[in-house]
C-alpha cells in the first residue's frame, strides 16, 4: 500500500491496529479456551453422575423426606451447571475484523494508505466491543457452573452413597 515515507498519523494507526490486533486474538483465545474447558467439565459430569449412579441399587431416590429434598436439589444444581456448560459452547455470532473485500474493491474504498489504516483501526474497535462482552459473559457463567457441578456432585455422592449412615 504505502511506498515512500509514512507519516506520523499512520505510525500512530499502525501502532494502534496492531494493538488491536492483539486484544483480539487474545479474546479469541480466551473464548477457545473456554469452550475446551467447559467440554472437559461437561465430560467430567458425565463421569461423576456415571459414577454416583453405578451400583446394585435398584432405587437411587433416599428415603426420608430431608434426604430427598438434598437429593432433588443437587440434581437440580447438576442439570442448571449442564445447561449453562451446554450454553458456553454453543455457538455466537463471532465477528472476524476486516472480513473478506476483494483487492479492487478495497483499492476502490480506500486509495490512500491512511485511508486504509483508518478503516482497519474502526473496524478492529468495532470487532472487539462485539467479541468481549460474549466471552465476558461466559467466563461468569462458566465460573457459576463449576460451583454449581461442585456443590450438587457432593450433595449427591453424600446423599446416594451414604445415604443414612451420616
Not at 30 to 44: C, F, M, P
Not at 118 to 141: A, E, F, G, Q, W
Request: net charge positive.
Amino acid at each position: 500500500m504505502a511506498t515512500g515515507n509514512i507519516s506520523e498519523d499512520e505510525k500512530t494507526l499502525e501502532g494502534a491496529i496492531e494493538e488491536l490486533r492483539r486484544v483480539y486474538d487474545h479474546v479469541s483465545n480466551i473464548y477457545d479456551q473456554l469452550r475446551t474447558k467447559a467440554l472437559a467439565v461437561i465430560a467430567g459430569e458425565v463421569a461423576i453422575v456415571t459414577f454416583i449412579f453405578s451400583g446394585d441399587k435398584e432405587n437411587y431416590t433416599p428415603i426420608g423426606g430431608d434426604r430427598q429434598v438434598f437429593f432433588f436439589s443437587a440434581m437440580a444444581m447438576l442439570i442448571v451447571a449442564f445447561g449453562i456448560l451446554m450454553w458456553i459452547i454453543a455457538t455466537v455470532d463471532w465477528k472476524l475484523p476486516h472480513g473478506h473485500i476483494k483487492a479492487k474493491v478495497l483499492l476502490r474504498d480506500y486509495p490512500r494508505y491512511i485511508d486504509f489504516l483508518t478503516y482497519m483501526n474502526d473496524d478492529y474497535v468495532k470487532v472487539n466491543k462485539h467479541c468481549l462482552p460474549i466471552v465476558m459473559s461466559k467466563s461468569k457463567k462458566f465460573n457459576w457452573s463449576v460451583s454449581l457441578l461442585s456443590a450438587g456432585a457432593i450433595i449427591l455422592l453424600v446423599v446416594t452413597k451414604f445415604g443414612g449412615r451420616l
